[in-house]
Nanobody
Framework: QVQLAESGGGLVQAGGSLRLSCAVSGGIFSSYTMGWFRQAPGKERELVAAISRSGGTTDYANSVKGRFTISRDNAKNTQYLQMNSLKPEDTAVYYC???????????????WGQGTQVTVSS
């Protein structure tokens, strides 16, 4: 059974940084496209960033381009999201997800973590 566990969320002031981690167990990590999604209260879950199996291809939501960086370490079965220049509108629950194909659509992802809260104060 594939399990995903996020860590690294918290409260930060606007302009600050956070680094999220997602540890994957129970599956072959290098066979998954990995993604970060977020969901704010009253809003739909949306893509933040996705990274291909090798890490050679990435995709970002326009709202985070230039501020966030997705990466992965296949030897450690872990993916990361470095978030810089955080804004209050980045406040949401952030989810780690995995899928066996390339996709940026939430419904294409088969496995999900429980989520970690990120709150950015103004």
């Amino acid at each position: 059974q594939v399990q995903l566990a996020e860590s690294g969320g918290g409260l930060v002031q606007a302009g600050g940084s956070l680094r999220l981690s997602c540890a994957v167990s129970g599956g072959i990590f290098s066979s998954y496209t990995m993604g970060w999604f977020r969901q704010a209260p009253g809003k739909e879950r949306e893509l933040v960033a996705a990274i291909s199996r090798s890490g050679g291809t990435t995709d970002y939501a326009n709202s985070v381009k230039g501020r966030f960086t997705i990466s992965r370490d296949n030897a450690k079965n872990t993916q990361y999201l470095q978030m810089n220049s955080l804004k209050p509108e980045d406040t949401a629950v952030y989810y780690c997800a995995a899928t066996g194909k390339w996709s940026t659509i939430p419904r294409s992802y088969d496995y999900w973590g429980q989520g970690t809260q990120v709150t950015v104060s103004s």
